[in-house]
């Protein structure tokens, strides 16, 4: 995934959890030029939810362009492999599409079916609310 602010920030939200690494962050310098910033620069905390950048002890961001989009932060998110993945969200998965196959006939503007009982409640734990 990549992820553009138009200006470094003291802490970096990464917008879609669970982060598992954080591959770069490039930026436009003042002078116009692609740069690559130094991991030593900063941290990355995959244990919070939303995963989390920010600066490492004693370091400063540097300038970029007031361009928009001066700052692209290439990560990887999600849960990896099946085995990782929460059951609740593998119980969510199949109580829909349980529900997709019962209610599989045509539906038109008059026929609405609303996801299974449950289905909300098993994924609220794994909303990202952004402000």
Request: glycine fraction near 4%; avoid cysteine.
């Amino acid at each position: 995934w990549n992820q553009y602010l138009d200006e470094f920030e003291s802490r970096i939200t990464i917008q879609k959890p669970p982060l598992q690494s954080v591959t770069s962050i490039k930026y436009i310098d003042s002078d116009g030029v692609e740069q690559t910033a130094s991991t030593a620069l900063y941290t990355v905390d995959t244990d919070a939810v939303p995963g989390q950048v920010y600066l490492a002890y004693n370091q400063s961001w540097p300038t970029t362009q007031s361009i928009d989009k001066s700052v692209n932060i290439e990560y990887v998110a999600g849960y990896g492999d099946a085995a990782a993945v929460p059951q609740s969200i593998k119980h969510a998965i199949l109580l829909h599409v349980g529900h997709m196959y019962e209610h599989r006939e045509t539906v038109s503007d008059f026929q609405v079916h609303n996801v299974p009982m449950g289905y909300d409640e098993l994924l609220w734990p794994y909303r990202v609310i952004s402000l």
